[in-house]
């Protein structure tokens, strides 16, 4: 497999940032996607990064280093809607697959 | 315009019973997926359509049966299902297969509940 790995949980406060990691394989890395999941809905698409550094999309940004396969994604000025699943994905060539990780819930309280 | 639809939003049926997901998208996508998901699991992927032929099947029971009528529309034939196949069943679509920036986009999904 791929091994892509994240952490599973963590709580943050609204109005704080979080940064949520995803370690991956390098071998075959063709591009690395991050979506968004609520209870029960379907995954929603954030970003993707295929080269290095970070790509900024109002407050959320991801940012990707393809030698140590390691991407975050940092979410700034949490707000309560921001409570979900955050789930890492990486395209490999020759593949026609996403490799997830397990996801990470965020908990935003107030 | 990024949006997959799927029919029935619910669907709980008995294991004798067939039933069939459906799946639709209109941004001329030529590649289209079916994947299970599990309570706080990622996706599973069980099949790949690639200009309208199943490229991927990932070893999934054949009481699951895809069928991509056109570039549009792609279906989950369902027959004799096990409790255990109860899941979010999610559809996804993307320009091609296999290029930098063929990014996914789902469905909202069809919870299925098998009695």
């Known amino acids: 497999g791929q091994n892509i790995d994240q952490p599973t949980e963590m709580t943050a406060t609204e109005g704080a940032i979080v940064q949520i990691n995803c370690t991956y394989q390098?071998?075959?890395?063709?591009?690395l996607f991050w979506y968004q999941q609520h209870a029960g809905e379907a995954p929603t698409f954030l970003s993707y990064?295929?080269?290095?550094g970070l790509e900024e999309k109002g407050r959320f940004s991801s940012f990707l280093s393809r030698s140590k396969g390691y991407s975050y994604l940092l979410l700034k000025e949490l707000q309560m809607k921001d409570s979900a699943s955050y789930l890492c994905?990486?395209?490999?060539?020759?593949?026609?697959?996403?490799?997830f990780g397990k996801g990470n819930q965020v908990v935003v309280i107030p | 315009d990024t949006e997959v639809t799927q029919t029935p939003k619910h669907l709980v049926m008995g294991m004798t019973n067939k039933k069939s997901l459906k799946c639709e998208q209109h941004?001329?996508?030529?590649?289209m997926y079916w994947y299970k998901q599990k309570a706080k699991k990622p996706p599973e992927l069980m099949f790949v359509y690639s200009y309208e032929k199943l490229s991927i099947n990932e070893s999934v029971p054949s009481r699951f049966s895809p069928e991509c009528p056109n570039s549009s529309l792609l279906n989950l034939h369902l027959h004799a299902l096990q409790p255990e196949d109860s899941a979010l069943y999610l559809c996804?679509?993307?320009?091609?297969?296999?290029?930098?920036?063929?990014?996914?986009?789902f469905g909202p999904g069809t919870r299925l509940t098998v009695l």
């Open positions: 994905a990486v395209s490999y060539y020759g593949n026609n697959r996403l490799a």
């Open positions: 941004m001329g996508h030529r590649a």
């Open positions: 990064n295929v080269l290095d």
């Open positions: 390098t071998s075959g890395f063709n591009g």
């Open positions: 996804a679509s993307s320009r091609g297969v296999g290029t930098i920036t063929d990014t996914q986009y």
